[in-house]
């Protein structure tokens, strides 16, 4: 039942590993979102896709690709992981654009890398 | 630039007492829309309450209810009868922009 799950919710990985977060949601919305929060509790917005296009694209590193093979889904893939990427990583989703509309987020991904 | 300021430090509160978090933000959009949202220790991101930038009253939800003063740009979030459940942080959110203030930390003590 759950609307925006994402896996793993853990993921402890060494320096320079390759790794990726699924994301799904079962609501029918139309854009979906990365967020990071960072140790600080800073969340800050990473991409949104609109219909499994990419509509924003915050100042990320390229390491970080999102892919959306349909639009109930946003994967993040991460290359060559930095420490400084440890953080929990958030998918959200929301009805078409956001003005007026409510972000339903998963329940996170705390990733640490070591 | 559009942002979300939240400037409390951490707040202890007393169980059954109302709690007032403040909000301001700046944007230049005319239409846009503020949300309150709650992260409690597990993490969680919980959807609490949405004020329109054109609505007339101010949002309320249950316990919650928001104190939006659109010439000064803010949009208050106001907890009553606080219980023990309630400790989390607490973000104010303009969606026009995605963007989050950085929180505010709320403990409630019995």
């Known amino acids: 039942d759950t609307a925006v799950s994402q896996t793993p919710k853990y993921l402890v990985t060494q320096m320079g590993n390759d790794k990726s977060i699924k994301c799904e949601q079962n609501l029918g919305h139309d854009t979906m979102y990365w967020y990071k929060q960072d140790s600080k509790k800073f969340l800050k917005i990473m991409f949104s896709y609109n219909n499994k296009e990419l509509i924003i694209n915050e100042t990320v590193p390229n390491r970080f690709s999102p892919k959306s093979p349909d639009k109930a889904h946003l994967n993040l893939h991460i290359n060559s992981l930095e420490l400084g990427d440890s953080a929990v990583y958030f998918c959200?989703?929301?009805?078409?654009?956001?003005?007026?509309?409510?972000?339903?987020f998963g329940e996170g991904s705390w990733l640490t890398v070591v | 630039a559009q942002k979300i300021t939240q400037t409390q430090p951490g707040m202890f509160v007393q169980e059954k007492e109302a709690v007032t978090l403040d909000c301001t933000y700046d944007t230049s959009d005319q239409s846009y829309g503020l949300f309150w949202y709650k992260q409690p220790s597990s993490g969680e991101m919980i959807f609490l309450i949405y004020q329109g930038s054109y609505d007339e009253q101010n949002a309320t939800e249950g316990r919650y209810s928001l104190n939006f003063q659109k010439a000064r740009k803010s949009a208050n979030l106001v907890i009553s009868a606080s219980q023990l459940g309630d400790s989390a942080m607490y973000f104010c959110a303009l969606h026009n922009r995605l963007a989050f203030g950085k929180g505010n930390q709320v403990v409630v003590i019995p």
């Open positions: 959200a989703s929301s009805p078409a654009g956001t003005a007026g509309n409510t972000i339903y």
